[in-house]
Structure formats: structure tokens, C-alpha cells
């Protein structure tokens, strides 16, 4: 039986959830944009993924920054502010009645073509925004027993061409890792880069854990994670070692430790790479002191925010 990390309990809520479509908010099945659009037409827009924490998105101005940087990389006018996609994200969880336990995806488009065409100057329509909130819990037994990985033959990109840092709609090559890894028997896909050092995997990022050292990798070529850059933050506040460095799936196997980060699971721990176990095959010391010290940045983020209600809310 195959894992993730983003297996969810199942909430029946999810059902009957309303979904924001250019400030309007319409029930789940009656959710709808056009065969037109550029997202659906050629992957062209960018988007985020967002946890609610006892009323607060956490970490949302980090987020929105990376939403607007990827926004004006493609040179795609949102069409909103940060303020009002701000407001946007409360709306729609206020309308949902959700208070805690919520992961949302905030998506951004080109908006709808005259034609299918790559071209932007067919874009006839602003872009298309689309909130999805959902009650989302992860899976305990995927937390205790974590994630098995297979290093997928296709690499992490190059910045010149599409740089992996982008958090875009374009992800078919990630999507072609991660079957590979499944048609293999294992639960995500492990990333290397074009030199064939360590990366990231399909969907989080990777680190490591050797003789009482954290590794991660150098961020050229992974994913440019929020979570990432919070668990790199916090183990050296508190005197851990954290390198981010090249290093190859000989150190991996070796390794006596070794997790991925990400937005909806926060720390998930990896027991497996190709078929090889590592360290204990459970989730290790030091991979659980730092998954405290994440769920400790979050509590500090949310009593913070609070404080500053009008930001908040």
C-alpha cells in the first residue's frame, strides 16, 4: 500500500465546501472555468498552498511573496493586491466556517484565451483567481511510518529554462517522477539535479541527518519551500547544525536520518530511498526535535498575528 505526503484523513465536510472563483464563492460542485483558460490551455499561471492554524494562515506574507515574485517573473498582472488576496483567502474560510485543521490553494492564471494558444496577447479576460479550502488533517500513520522514495531517472531543472524555484502551474515533470516512483512500488519520487547531486523530491524538500548534522541541498535547483526555509531557520536558532550543500545519494544511503518538509505535512519522515533503509526505518531524534521546533515557529506566528488582529482577520 503506497503513501504520501499528502495523505488526508477523510472529512465529509470537504463536500459541501464553497470555492472562490473571481470573487465570487460557489458551491463545490457547481465550481466551474473555462476550457479556455490559460491554465488549463498551457500551464500558465502561478499559485500557492496555505495552512490554517487557529484562525491564521501561517507564514502568509511569506507566501504571498513568493506568489507575486513568480507572478511578475512570468509577467502576469494578478490584478489584485496583496491586501485584497489577503482578504480574499479570510473570505473564503470565514464563508466555509473553518477555524483550524484548513489547507487552501490559492491559484492565479493568465485568464481565458481567444484561442488555445500559448500567446498571451489572445488573453481576452483578467487572470483567473481560485481559493480551494479544505479540511485537511494528516494522516497519522503516515507521520509514524513515513515515506518510502525512489530517485527518479528525471532531473530538477535548469534556471534558464525553467527555473525550479518557480512555483508554477507547469509540473509535468514532477508528476512524471512521482509515477515513476509509484510504478516502482514506493511513495514519492527523490529529485537529483543536473550535476546529479540530491534535490528535492516531487512535491517537498529533502533533507538528511549524518552524525548529528542536518543536510539539505544547496536550493539552486529544489523548490523554493516556505517550510523548508522555516526548519532551516529554526535548527540553527537553537545550535543545529544545518548544512545546505551538494551531496549524492551515496550519503543518502548512509544517512541516519532523513525527512521532507512541505507545507501541508510539515516534517514527514522518510524511512526508505531505492529500496534501502534508512537509519532505524522510524522517524529518528532529530527529526522529531525539529519537527517540534517547526510546530513551535507556528504557535509563535499564530500568538503573533493575533495580537495584530486587524492583519490577522
Known amino acids: 500500500m503506497t503513501r504520501g505526503t499528502h495523505d488526508a484523513l477523510p472529512d465529509v465536510r470537504n463536500e459541501n465546501i464553497l470555492i472562490y472563483i473571481n470573487g ?6 457547481q465550481a466551474r472555468i473555462s476550457v479556455f483558460d490559460s491554465g488549463y490551455l498551457v500551464g500558465d499561471g502561478v499559485w500557492e498552498a496555505l495552512r490554517l492554524h487557529d484562525g491564521v494562515f501561517v507564514f502568509i506574507e511569506d507566501h504571498l511573496d513568493r506568489l507575486f515574485q513568480g507572478a511578475k517573473t512570468i509577467a502576469l498582472d494578478i490584478g489584485m493586491t496583496r491586501e485584497e488576496l489577503h482578504d480574499a483567502l479570510y473570505q473564503t474560510i470565514r464563508a466555509n466556517g473553518m477555524e483550524d485543521h484548513v489547507h487552501a490553494r ?5 485568464g481565458i484565451k481567444k484561442t488555445p494558444s500559448q500567446d498571451p496577447r489572445l488573453t481576452l479576460s483578467g487572470p483567473t483567481i481560485v481559493i480551494i479550502a479544505e479540511h485537511k488533517v494528516a494522516s497519522p500513520d503516515t507521520m509514524q511510518r513515513g515515506v ?10 535548469s534556471p534558464d529554462y525553467l527555473d ?7 509540473k509535468l515533470h514532477e508528476v512524471m517522477a512521482l509515477v515513476q516512483a509509484l510504478q516502482a512500488g514506493a511513495d514519492e519520487a527523490l529529485m537529483l539535479d543536473i550535476h546529479g547531486f540530491v534535490s528535492t523530491c516531487n512535491a517537498t524538500n529533502f533533507f538528511m541527518v549524518k552524525r548529528d548534522e542536518v543536510w539539505t541541498s544547496t536550493g539552486q535547483y ?3 519551500g516556505i517550510t523548508r526555509g522555516k526548519v532551516i531557520t529554526a535548527g540553527r536558532q537553537h545550535g543545529m547544525g544545518v548544512r545546505e550543500k551538494n551531496f549524492s545519494l551515496t550519503d543518502v544511503y548512509d544517512a541516519d536520518e532523513a525527512f521532507v518538509t512541505g507545507t501541508f ?19 529518528g531524534p532529530i527529526t522529531q526535535r525539529l519537527s517540534g521546533l517547526y510546530k513551535q515557529a507556528i504557535e509563535q506566528y499564530v500568538q503573533a498575528s493575533k495580537l495584530n488582529q486587524p492583519l490577522a482577520h
Open 24 to 29: 465570487d464563492l460557489v458551491p463545490r460542485d
Open 106 to 110: 490559492l491559484m492565479v492564471t493568465r
Open 148 to 157: 518510502r522514495l525512489l530517485t527518479s531517472t528525471i532531473r530538477r531543472g
Open 164 to 170: 525550479p524555484r518557480l512555483n508554477c502551474h507547469s
Open 222 to 224: 529544489c523548490m523554493n
Open 265 to 283: 505535512g510539515g516534517l514527514t519522515p522518510v524511512t526508505e530511498v531505492d529500496g534501502r533503509t534508512i537509519g532505524a526505518g522510524a522517524p
